[in-house]
Each structure stands twice: as structure tokens, then as C-alpha cells.
């Protein structure tokens, strides 16, 4: 099948990649010439893993190309959509300004018969307004929200939890529907389920997954909060109610909170649009929410404070991360560089390593200084803390080794991913995240 995928950032980019190498034809579409040089060279502009793979061989098949122009998307069958929708910048509120402009923009080029599948996170309600637009070319909009975790995108592409289509109704929907299970052939052959919804719940059913899944890091954080002013230890309290089938263990790991270009600004688009429904109420949690996640950043920073006396200025202290998870090089509210640049406003000389993030977070924070080598980013330190758990510093640095490379002996686990036991009958103040 002709496919064509309007917008090639971390989306866009991915899932052009992953169509490819089930077999279609497709034609990524981006207004930007350095991102589409790179991807038609079959280089990845950002880090995600077996990307580059797949997008080298599709490339390399001819079965991938990248363009700038937009006619180049005329006689594709299924048109996906997956531009950006940022947060605005005087609200809470999604920015739709590249959604809009992406629609108007593919608009003539459209024929008779095509289906638009829109994929970015939209404020429910977005598939009602562009419809018209669809329409008038006599095609069909439906909605297909991703899920992607990234680190994992390219297998949460090939093979998903879910396939969820949002179609109209009546014909034409159930048309569409049919053509988008022949798109996902390969994963609805292995089982996939693939849920067919109007078009108001596909648009709902990602900004209502990560509200959950964003309140239940919140609720441990909470927890957490709770544990340090008991003496508790918030990491069996999430262990022993994890045992219960009805919570489960993911996402229960209480630290420094969550961030990235998905969770945080999309519960609070989620929330700006239930006040623009008169249903603001229903999700006021998802504030407290928010703000759980936020003390978190400065709770990690006075428990380096503290560990060092209430003393950080000129005190040499390395930030191992600054990615906003592992296995990704995206820094967009990353907690780890926002704990950073607290420490370096107290007056401390903060080194901040990470195998990925580096170049991205210079360019955003060029005051701190980067060191791309974990043992030299550990050398001279007078207190660490862990803030991306990569496995570069969860489970390959042994306390034994840092102890060679640093001056003090402080560690903070803002993650809750080290062996707090092994870390101070080597000598180390440990401070954990929650934990006595």
C-alpha cells in the first residue's frame, strides 16, 4: 500500500521507518530540509533504538523516501499525520497550530477514497473540527493515537499492545477501519486486538492513558513524601502493594517524577480541555498531580543539600543523566537537567554526563558543564547524584569503583535504583528517594 506520513519528528520519523519494513510504500513529508537530508540519507536525527536499522534498509530498498514537498503525498491510499502539539506557551492548553496548518496543507492534494489517520495528541473534539476539510477532497478522517514509549517505539510500532481506529459513522467508517487493519496486517495477524471507536474516544484514549499511568508515578511520589516524614520505606511499600492484582508493580517507582514530551504536557492539555467543556472538576486531580511531580525535582535537590551540610557552593557535584529516561537522547522537561540547573543556581559546580543527551541538553543549557565519560564526570566529585537510571550507572558502577574517582562519599538515588545496601558498607552516605 501507498502510504504517506505528514511530519517527521519522533513520530512521524518512527512510524515512516516501521511502515516501510512491514512492506508498504511510503513517503515521509517534513518542512524541514536538514531533518529530511538526514532521513533520506537513512541517518535518525535522534536516538531510538533499531531505528537507524530499519531506516537504512528501507531507504536502502526504495520502498522509504523523505520529501519536502507535499504533492510528493498525492496517490497515497492512508495519509498519517503525526505532527507535534506542544504545550502553548501563555497556557496549559495543546498548541494546534502545526496540526492545523499540516491538514490544510495535505488538503489539495487529497482524492476520493483516501483515509487521513491522524496520529498526534489532540484535545478531544480536534477530529470534528478537521473533518470538513477531509470531507471536502472526498476522503475520510479517522484517528489512530500512538503509544509509543520511547526507547521502544519502533517495536511498539511493529508489534503494539493495542491498535486503536476511531472511525465516523456509518460506510465510510467502516471502510476505513478495514483499511487500516490491512495497513497493521502483519500485527492483526499475530492478535493484536484492534479496537474500532468513534472518533471522540480514540482521541481520548491517549490523553486518558497517561493521565493514569501519570498519576499513578504521582501517587507512589506521594507516598513518598508520606515515607519521609514516617521513617517508612517507600520501595517495599510499593513492592507489597504491587502484589495486589489490581494495582501491579509498574510504575509504582517512586524518585524524581516524570518528564519528557509527552506526560507532562498532556495532562495538562487534558485539563485545560475539560475546563473549556465545563467539565474541569472531573480531572482538577490531574493538578495535584503535576505538582506532586514537581516537588519531587526540588526534593532531590535538598536532599543533596542536606547530605552536604546545607554547604553546595563550589562543591563539585556530578548529575549522572540528562535524558529524561534511558535508551532516549530527549531532554524536553527533563528532570534531570531541571535538578542540574537548580544545583548550579546554589552555587555548585555541576558535571552532567549521559550516553546520549549530551549535545541536546548543551544546546539548551550551555551554563552547565558536560563531560561525555562517566569516570571522568565522577572524578573529583564531592557528592553524586543518580538521576537517569542507565544502566551505565544502575547496575554497571559499583560503589567500589566510584570511590577510586571522588573526593566525598555522598550519593543520591533519585531513581531508587541502586543497591543502598552495597553502596554504604562501601563507605557511602546513601540517600534514597522515600527511603529511611
Not at 37 to 66: D, N, T, Y
Request: proline residues 5%; glycine residues 10%.
Amino acid at each position: 500500500m501507498k502510504i504517506s506520513v505528514i511530519g517527521c519528528g519522533y513520530l512521524g520519523a518512527v512510524h515512516a521507518a516501521a511502515m516501510a519494513s512491514i512492506g508498504h510504500d511510503v513517503v515521509g513529508i517534513d518542512l524541514d530540509p536538514d531533518k529530511i537530508a538526514s532521513l533520506s540519507a537513512g541517518e535518525a536525527p535522534f536516538f531510538e533504538p533499531g531505528l537507524p536499522e530499519i531506516l537504512k534498509q528501507g531507504v536502502a530498498s526504495g520502498r522509504l523516501r523523505f520529501t519536502t514537498d507535499m504533492s510528493e503525498a498525492r496517490g497515497a491510499a492512508v495519509h498519517f499525520v503525526g505532527v507535534g502539539t506542544p504545550q502553548k506557551k501563555d497556557g496549559y492548553a495543546a498548541d494546534l497550530t502545526y496540526v492545523n496548518a499540516a491538514f490544510a496543507e495535505l488538503a489539495p492534494y487529497l482524492s476520493s477514497g483516501d483515509i487521513v489517520a491522524g496520529k498526534s495528541t489532540v484535545p478531544v473534539g480536534t477530529a470534528a473540527t478537521l473533518t470538513p476539510i477531509v470531507e471536502s477532497a472526498g476522503a475520510t478522517l479517522v484517528w489512530n493515537p500512538e503509544f509509543l514509549r520511547e526507547g521502544f517505539a519502533v517495536k511498539d510500532t511493529i508489534d503494539p499492545d493495542r491498535l486503536v481506529v476511531g472511525v465516523p459513522a456509518g460506510d465510510a467508517g467502516e471502510t476505513a477501519a478495514d483499511v487500516l487493519r490491512e495497513v497493521y496486517a502483519p500485527a492483526v495477524a499475530k492478535g493484536t486486538p484492534f479496537l474500532v471507536t468513534d472518533l471522540a474516544t480514540s482521541e481520548l484514549v491517549k490523553v486518558a492513558a497517561n493521565a493514569f499511568l501519570a498519576t499513578k508515578i504521582s501517587f507512589i511520589n506521594a507516598m513518598a513524601e508520606i515515607a519521609e516524614a514516617t521513617g517508612a520505606d517507600v520501595t517495599q511499600l510499593a513492592e507489597a502493594i504491587g502484589h495486589d492484582v489490581r494495582i501491579g508493580r509498574r510504575f509504582l517507582g517512586a524518585g524524581i517524577g516524570f518528564g519528557g514530551g509527552c506526560l507532562p504536557k498532556d495532562i495538562r492539555a487534558f485539563a485545560a480541555r475539560a475546563e473549556e467543556l465545563g467539565r474541569g472538576e472531573s480531572v482538577g486531580f490531574l493538578r495535584e498531580v503535576d505538582a506532586i511531580n514537581l516537588r519531587r525535582r526540588e526534593r532531590a535537590v535538598t536532599l543533596v543539600l542536606d547530605a552536604l551540610d546545607r554547604d553546595v557552593v563550589g562543591k563539585r557535584i556530578t548529575v549522572l543523566g540528562a535524558a529524561f529516561k534511558p535508551h532516549s537522547d530527549d531532554i524536553r522537561d527533563s528532570p534531570a537537567l531541571d535538578v542540574a540547573v537548580r544545583l548550579r543556581g546554589l552555587g555548585a559546580d555541576v558535571v552532567v554526563t549521559d550516553p546520549q543527551a549530551i549535545e541536546n541538553a548543551r544546546r539548551q543549557h550551555p551554563q552547565l558543564t558536560y563531560v561525555e565519560d562517566r569516570d571522568e564526570a565522577l572524578r573529583g566529585a564531592d557528592a553524586v547524584i543518580l538521576v537517569t537510571e542507565w544502566d551505565e550507572y544502575r547496575r554497571d558502577l559499583s560503589p567500589e569503583h566510584a570511590s577510586s574517582l571522588t573526593v566525598g562519599r555522598v550519593i543520591v538515588d533519585g531513581r531508587n535504583g541502586l543497591d543502598a545496601a552495597a553502596w554504604r558498607a562501601a563507605g557511602w552516605t546513601y540517600v534514597g528517594m522515600g527511603r529511611p
